[in-house]
C-alpha cells in the first residue's frame, strides 16, 4: 500500500504541478501521504465506474468515478465555515471509501454518516473506519449501501458534504429529501460542495452561498449554500 500510494502521489505531481503551482501540489500530496500513514487506512487510490461491476448502468450513468477529496481541501474549506455545528450530523452523499467521513470526525463531528451506492466501497469504507477508529477519539457513524437519490435523511443531520458524485437529477431528488427532513424537523443546513459542477442549482432552492474557495488557477474548488 505505501509503494502504491507513493506512486499514486508520484502520477498526481506530475499531472498537477504545471496546472496548480508546484508549493500548492507538493502541499496536496504530502497532507494525502500523512493522513493515509497516520491512520493505516487506503483511500486514495482511484476506483473507476467500470470497475463497480455491483452497480446497475442507469445510475452508473449519472454517477463519477470514486475519487477522495483531498485532505488539503476539505480542511481549508471546514476551517474557512467557521460557524459549523459540530454537535449535530455530518451527511457524506457518495461516501466512497471513507475520506471525507474522517476528516469531518477529525473536525470535530460526533455522528457522522454516509451513503455509497458500491457495495465494495462500502466495505472498504468499514475497514478504514474501523481501522481509524482506534486511533481517534470516540464517535458514531453510520454507513448505508444505497442510492443517495432516495436516502432518508437523518434528521440529526446539520452538514451535507458532496464531492461532485453525481448528476443534476440526482442532486434535484436530494434537494427535495433535504426539504422533507427540514419539513419534519425545522433547522440550518449547511450544504459542502467540492467540484461543484451543479451549484447554481442549489441556489435555485432557496440556499445562500456562503463560501467560495478557489485553487491557484482560480478555479472554484469548493462552495458551501445555507438554508436558515
Ligand atoms: C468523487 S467520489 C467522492 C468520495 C467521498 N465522498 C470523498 O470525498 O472522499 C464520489 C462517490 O459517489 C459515489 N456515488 C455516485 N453516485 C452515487 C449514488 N447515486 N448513490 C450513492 N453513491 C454514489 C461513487 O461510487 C463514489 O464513491
Redesign the pocket.
Known amino acids: 500500500m505505501f509503494w502504491q500510494n507513493i506512486a499514486s502521489m508520484y502520477r498526481f505531481i506530475k499531472s498537477s504541478w504545471r496546472r496548480r503551482g508546484f508549493q500548492y501540489t507538493i502541499n496536496i500530496a504530502i497532507k494525502e501521504l500523512w493522513f493515509e500513514w497516520r491512520y493505516g487506512v487506503e483511500?486514495i487510490e482511484l476506483?473507476a465506474l467500470d470497475d463497480?461491476l455491483d452497480i446497475d448502468s442507469e445510475?452508473k450513468a449519472?454517477?463519477?468515478?470514486?475519487?477522495?477529496?483531498y485532505v488539503h481541501t476539505f480542511q481549508g474549506f471546514l476551517d474557512e465555515l467557521n460557524d459549523v455545528d459540530y454537535e449535530n450530523g455530518f451527511l457524506?452523499?457518495?461516501?466512497?471509501?471513507g475520506?471525507?467521513l474522517m476528516l469531518a470526525v477529525l473536525a470535530g463531528f460526533k455522528w457522522v454518516a454516509g451513503?455509497?451506492?458500491?457495495e465494495q466501497?462500502v466495505e472498504i469504507c468499514e475497514q478504514n473506519i474501523s481501522t481509524f477508529s482506534e486511533k481517534t477519539d470516540k464517535f458514531e457513524y453510520d454507513i448505508t449501501l444505497?442510492?443517495?437519490?432516495i436516502y432518508h435523511i437523518p434528521d440529526n443531520v446539520c452538514f451535507i458534504?458532496m464531492?461532485?458524485?453525481?448528476s443534476e437529477d440526482?442532486i434535484k431528488s436530494v434537494l427535495k429529501n433535504i426539504d422533507e427532513t427540514l419539513a419534519r424537523k425545522p433547522r440550518p443546513i449547511t450544504i459542502g460542495y467540492?467540484t461543484p459542477i451543479f451549484a447554481p442549482l442549489i441556489a435555485k432552492y432557496g440556499y445562500k452561498r456562503i463560501l467560495e474557495q478557489k485553487d491557484p488557477q482560480g478555479i472554484v474548488t469548493a462552495v458551501a449554500y445555507r438554508k436558515n
Do not use: H, W
Not at 146 to 149: E, H, S, T, V
Open positions: 483511500t476506483v463497480m445510475l449519472m454517477a463519477t468515478k470514486y475519487q477522495a477529496t457524506d452523499l457518495g461516501c466512497g471509501k475520506r471525507a451513503v455509497e451506492f458500491s466501497l444505497g442510492d443517495a437519490g458534504y464531492a461532485n458524485p453525481f440526482i467540492t
